[in-house]
């Protein structure tokens, strides 16, 4: 079992839906990253997370720490979204660990 | 200058060349990374400096030579390269720690495309 689990691996929607990526971690961290990479390449950090939540935009992210739980929300979703989400968290000894993204696609 | 430059973007060499893949950026960042990203997979960390010493090393093979001559620029030697190692390799930077109160811990560089044929 990964240490990072991404739920859906995969998602389709309709421009304007709101969409929720999970993520589910099972070891101790010191904070948790939400990581945007579009085809070709380069990545942006979205968010870093310890605690609660945090909004940029049409973006959302949460954090349980009790529950070991991540969700990043995305409002009226636009094609431009189209993207691989992936969540990482950073450990106590300082590795980052990688989910295996969720590839996102909003049809217009 | 708030990004992370990598050059060259995109590189093709051969079993037995030497090349090397840049990374900078001048945004005060103490700590540099180097992942590697193989197609449809997240990425794998490589090596970490911190205040341009190395303080991780994932166990990669000593074909691939990590070099941070200063705070603002870090470097992967490549030597006799295996075609299984043609992937994104991406560089990153961030505060050190990463301040929790920012939204964005780390910057990621755009990543130089290597084959190796």
């Known amino acids: 079992k990964n240490e990072v689990e991404q739920s859906p691996q995969n998602l389709t929607a309709q421009e304007g839906e709101f969409i929720t990526i999970n993520c589910s971690y099972s070891?101790?961290?010191?904070?948790l990253h939400w990581l945007q990479q579009h085809p070709g390449g380069g990545i942006v950090s979205l968010f870093m997370?310890?605690?609660g939540k945090k909004k940029h935009g049409r973006l959302i992210a949460t954090i349980n720490i009790q529950e070991k739980h991540s969700s990043l929300h995305i409002t009226a979703s636009h094609p431009r979204d189209s993207a691989v989400y992936i969540c990482?968290?950073?450990?106590?000894?300082?590795?980052?660990?990688f989910g295996k993204g969720t590839r996102l696609h909003i049809l217009p | 200058d708030t990004e992370v430059t990598q050059t060259p973007k995109h590189l093709v060499m051969g079993m037995t060349n030497k090349k090397s893949l840049k990374c900078e950026q001048h945004?005060?960042?103490?700590?540099m990374y180097w992942y590697k990203q193989k197609a449809k997979k997240p990425p794998e960390l490589m090596f970490v400096?911190?205040?341009?010493?190395?303080?991780i090393n994932e166990s990669v093979p000593s074909r691939f030579s990590p070099e941070c001559p200063n705070s603002s620029l870090l470097n992967l030697h490549l030597h006799a390269l295996q075609p299984e190692d043609s992937a994104l390799y991406l560089c990153?930077?961030?505060?050190?720690?990463?301040?929790?109160?920012?939204?964005?811990?780390?910057?990621f560089g755009s990543g130089t495309r290597l084959t190796v044929v």
């Open positions: 945004m005060g960042h103490r700590a």
């Open positions: 990153a930077s961030s505060q050190v720690p990463p301040e929790l109160g920012a939204n964005y811990g780390y910057t």
């Open positions: 070891v101790g961290i010191s904070a």
């Open positions: 400096y911190s205040y341009e010493k190395l303080s």
């Open positions: 990482a968290v950073k450990t106590r000894d300082d590795k980052i660990i």
């Open positions: 997370l310890s605690s």
